[in-house]
């Protein structure tokens, strides 16, 4: 077949440019010197003043601690329950509540962020006014309640991740050791955790990277004085286009390019040696 | 199956009769049994999700549920004492107030709000298809090599902050933007375009945010597609725009349908978007809740427009939960 430029190859390019273009002028911009965002100043420029700027901001580098504790926290609690949850639900048959648990799980993708974050929010009311009343004790919302919440909605994710790599691979390796007199969490410790390490390594990265962008749940949840980077970057960005935003834009987009980059390549990597490996048992047999 | 016994998965769908269970008590039991009957900690296994989900999920929509029909009070009032006195009352006398509810039906704000949000989440939705397919397509077409790259390139940008995505937009919408600014450069235009608060720019904030879930289903569709059938309409004569229309796309109509759904259901709930591009004076229905909620301090109103908003929803979530279930089952087949 001959090679030439079609519509779709065209309409691919600039669809490209589309997605990046904003990105690339942001990134641009970050090395400006005048305040006034979109003025270049070609004498000036470029400039990493912003970026030592922003080695001084303590809200920015207090929110970005916080950010990361929570995502952390999030992301590690969403792994254990949504592995949990995607184990019972591709291994366990049917059980009763079981449709309500796959309902459970799938609803948090589809819902709109304001209505978990508002209902979480006043399930948090309640529970501050329940403790009060029976117990004299009040707690405060902050990185607490901000990390229940993200457990709750990136959970679904690791689920779904979990649960469609059990599903492909059936359950014959896992009834060989129980046939042979393992106990089912020797089995699970031994033989399935260790086939499903990339999808809940997957889920992991994918709950962190919710957790971390999220805003309007946080906004919900979060109580007065705590504040999550992207808190922080929303309410500077409502106020306008500021340059400092552009150099922190700057970092944590080129570090999440750089992740993703090398997870890329690593699972890649895996995957060839994986290729290899069955090529050599097909061979050996 | 050789050993004539229902898979895990056939299990799971629940499309096993009493007559499975039968058939169950010979033969060597499998892994689900053993759980079942030789395991404590099963219980325990399930519970843990369970519960987590049962407290902070299901409880949370039941609260709103309930202050949805509660009664506004006053401004005053710091804003936890409504729920409060809900409750005290609540267990001697049925406190279920539909005046919030009236309200979304009468309140031509809210109704306005609810006009706007379906049409900006359908406009964006059928502006991300005619942008997605032909990517979509050329990425099919692609060899495997770059194909992966091209994939990597269309993720990427997911991976990254959706708010400082939606953050550089605002770099070049400005009316002393990049956009405007190149455009007057190269004479052009004579002087900026307002581009910044209107519908378009939130147009292009839904469709720049949302696209990746436009094209990774039209993708993976169409990848599948056989290439002898457009062969073989070109054999007998077709041209491209008729192949196109009498195969290739009715084909790939499951992806076309998924992803559609996909930018759909989260565009009519979109928030941030609408906030940092959209117009100041018309809202969409997530704006009108957060503004009730906090602004207004009217729970009851908020919990409302919520449950509402869940309502309209539910229509499209089934239809991409059917369709999901039936693509699942394609693919174990």
């Known amino acids: 077949m001959k090679r030439r430029i079609t519509f779709p190859m065209i309409a691919l390019c600039v669809g490209l440019l589309f997605l990046y273009a904003p990105i690339i002028s942001m990134i641009v911009y970050s090395f400006n010197n005048s305040r006034l965002v979109t003025v270049w100043d070609s004498a000036n420029s470029p400039t990493i003043k912003w970026y030592l700027a922003l080695l001084k901001d303590r809200p920015v580098l207090d929110a970005a601690w916080l950010s990361i504790r929570v ?35 799938t609803a948090p993708l589809v819902m709109p962020e304001v209505i978990t974050g508002l209902s979480i929010l006043l399930l948090f009311v309640s529970l501050e006014q329940f403790f009060r009343i029976f117990f004299g004790w009040q707690f405060d919302r902050g990185m607490v ?28 390796l896992e009834e060989a050791a129980l046939d042979l007199g393992a106990k089912p969490a020797k089995v699970f410790f031994r033989i399935t955790l260790p086939l499903i390490t990339p999808a809940i390594l997957s889920g992991w990265l994918l709950a962190f990277t919710l957790s971390w962008d999220d805003v309007v749940v946080s906004q919900f949840v979060a109580g007065p004085g705590s504040n999550t980077l992207p808190m922080l970057i929303y309410s500077k960005v409502r106020l306008g286009v500021n340059p400092s935003v552009n150099a922190l834009a700057t970092i944590l987009v080129l570090f999440v390019a750089i992740g993703v980059a ?10 060839k040696r994986r290729e290899r490996e069955m090529r050599l048992a097909e061979s050996g047999r | 199956m050789a050993r004539g016994r229902p898979r895990n998965d056939e299990f799971n769908s629940g499309r096993v009769g009493p007559l ?15 759980i079942r009957s030789n395991w404590a900690g099963q219980r325990l296994v399930v519970a843990v999700p369970y519960v987590w989900l049962l407290l902070f999920f299901l409880v949370p929509f039941l609260i709103v549920l309930k202050i949805s029909f509660a009664e506004f009070s006053p401004l005053g009032r710091p804003p936890f004492e409504p729920i409060a006195r809900f409750l005290e009352n609540g267990a001697l006398q049925i406190n279920v107030l539909f005046s919030s509810y009236d309200y979304l039906l009468h309140e ?15 406009f964006s939705t059928v502006l991300c298809l005619l942008v997605a397919y032909p990517m979509a397509y050329a990425i099919a077409r692609a060899t495997p090599a770059t194909r992966n790259v091209l994939l990597l390139l269309i993720i990427l940008p997911f991976w990254t902050s959706f708010l400082l995505r939606v953050y550089a937009w605002i770099g070049l919408l400005k009316t002393d933007g990049v956009i405007n600014n190149v455009l007057l ?22 469709v720049y945010s949302y696209l990746p879930f436009m094209i990774l289903p039209l993708y993976s569709n169409l990848e599948k597609h056989d290439h002898t059938l457009l062969e073989a309409a070109q054999d007998l004569g ?21 992803g559609s759904l996909l930018v759909f259901i989260p565009a009519v709930g979109e928030y941030v978007i609408p906030t940092l591009l959209g117009r100041t004076d018309q809202l969409m229905v997530a704006g ?11 729970w009851p109103k908020a919990s409302a427009v919520a449950i509402a908003m869940l309502l309209l929803l539910v229509v499209p979530i089934m239809i991409f939960q059917h369709f999901q279930n039936r693509e699942l089952k394609a693919a174990r087949r």
Request: glycine share 8%; net charge positive.
């Open chain 1, 262 to 271: 090398l997870s890329a390549w690593l699972m890649r990597r895996a995957e």
């Open chain 1, 145 to 172: 309640t901000i990390t229940i919440a993200h457990i709750t909605f990136t959970m679904a994710y690791v689920t779904v991740v979990v649960q469609s790599r059990l599903a492909t691979f059936d359950d014959s």
């Open chain 2, 185 to 206: 450069s190269l004479g052009i235009i004579n002087e900026p375009l307002a581009m910044m608060n209107t519908n378009f720019a939130v147009y292009v904030g839904i």
């Open chain 2, 288 to 298: 009108l809740l957060s503004d009730e909620f906090f602004r207004n301090r009217d």
């Open chain 2, 20 to 34: 499975w269970d039968l058939f169950f008590r010979f033969g060597p039991p499998r892994w689900s049994q053993y």
């Open chain 2, 238 to 258: 077709a041209g491209p725009v008729r192949s196109f229309f009498s195969i290739t796309f009715p084909l790939s109509l499951p992806g076309v349908i998924a």
């Open chain 2, 108 to 122: 031509p704000l809210y109704v306005s709000a609810w006009l706007y949000s379906i049409k900006v989440a359908f």
């Open chain 1, 71 to 105: 995502a952390a926290m999030s992301a590690t609690g969403a792994v254990v329950l949504g592995t949990l949850a995607g184990l019972v639900l591709a291994r366990f048959g049917p059980f009763r509540g079981r449709a309500l648990l796959q309902g459970l799980t």
